[in-house]
């Protein structure tokens, strides 16, 4: 397998035998990362932060959102700053020298949130024990406030740091500090720092805005030269189709397919494969999971993403994060789209190596070709 590999990779990156597309892998804590690495990856295209946050985190963040004091809402945001410092010093220092694609907190924001229906339970059940329950009644209107009827279309992505951007500022300090701290080591961290879910080049444009005044406060701070880009996920059709204008702000574009496979089907990633995707795949309406293998109206809004996203920006750097980019067929199909890279789970690593090597041979002409 080892040679297999290795093969595929003296075709994958030989610039001569033609478009080198790279691989890279979806990851969140070091032990991923250090996965990543030992299965070839040349980097992480996704590092999804959401997965940082769980137990006390989780409720530091409910802290921050819900207490009217502002001493509470403090403690809990810088807490969570030197928590994620730590979490980014190990996944810099296990990818050292390799891009790290940091993706800033993206997920509804009642998912970091107590369930109302537990607290509403609760309070049940103490009214009948006759206890005083008029603070857990506050604090349950709180959280019903944050309910929302489609929360993948409401409170989630760059629109949760536009509306709280103390966690973009707490986020992004700690990706720059942990940078500076290894870069004083003598270490040479990469990271790059993306913005999700964005649908208007204005929401980019504003937190950008805020990730760059944070990072040059770091390297002040920190007496450091601090370059770390700044792009975004083209997820929304919106974003696809505008990407020009998009791409004037971000130094790179990573097409997550999930999102944009719901919204540009209007299938829903959560629910649509019970209800009906059967019936769809036996009618031949869908002839793959569309979530799984890029579906041909998504691949047309990749397509007018990367162009456009070449003509607001020439040197922008585009490549792909959702469940597709480790599927063979839709890997094929990416190299074929001009996109530079694609990013999959560590475990899909070696075969995504594999399957781009084998889109470049096919899109120069055959093996006989490549091999001259
Ligand atoms: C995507 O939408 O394709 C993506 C990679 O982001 P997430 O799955 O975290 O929404
Ligand atoms: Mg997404």
Redo the contacts with the bound molecule.
Sequence with gaps: LQTILDWADEVRLNADRGRVIGVRA?ADNPADAQLSKDNGASGIG?C?T?HMFLGERKQLIQNFILADDDAVKADAVEKLGAAQKGDFLEMFKAMDGMPVIV?LL??PLHEFLEDPRDLDVEIAKEEAEGKDVSEKKALLAKLDSFQEANPMLGLRGCRLGLVYPELNVMQVKAIASATAELQKQGLNPKPEIMI?LVAFEEELALVREVVEENIKAVAEEYGVELDIPVGT?I?IPRAAITSEDIAKHADFF?????????MGLGFS?DDVEAAFMPLYLDKKICKTNPFATLDKGVAKLVKMGVEGGHAGNPDIVCGV???TGGDPESIHMYYDLGLDYVSCSPYRVPIARLAAAQAKIEANGGAEKVAK
């Design positions: 979806n996704l999804r959401e993706r993206d997920p999700p996920m997820e990573s097409f997550g397919t999930n999102d944009l496979t719901q990633r994060c959702g469940e």
